[in-house]
C-alpha cells in the first residue's frame, strides 16, 4: 500500500550531474531516516547517502563532495543532488524510507543512473 517512486535517472556523461527525485504515496507515517542506495549487476547493495530525521546527512565515501541529499518532510519526499558523476557511479539507485508505520524500510522500485566515460 506504500509506494515509493523514484525519477530523474538517465544517461550522462562523466563529469555531469543528474538530480534523482523520491516521493512516497499512501499510508505511510512517522518518517524517520530517508536515504539512497545502489546497486550495479552482480554487486552489493550499498548505501549510498542518508539523512536523519533532523536533517544530518551521511555520505560513502566515494561520493563526498560530489553528492547531496536534502529531504522536504511536508511533501515525504528525499532528492539526491549528484554532481561531477563518474562511470563508476553507474547502477540503478533505490531510495529508501526507515518509517514507524509500515514498521521498517520501504523501498522504491529503482532508476537506472548511467554515465558514460
Known sequence: QVQLQESGG???QAGG???LSCAASGSIFNVNAMGWYRQAPGKQRELVARIS?????????SVKGRFAV?????????YL???SLKPEDTAVYYCNFQTQWPPGDSWGQGTQVTVSS
Open 10 to 12: 538517465g544517461l550522462v
Open 17 to 19: 550531474s543528474l538530480r
Open 53 to 61: 530525521k533532523g536533517g544530518l546527512a551521511n555520505y560513502a565515501d
Open 70 to 78: 536534502s529531504r522536504d518532510n511536508a511533501k515525504k519526499s528525499v
Open 81 to 83: 543532488q549528484m554532481n
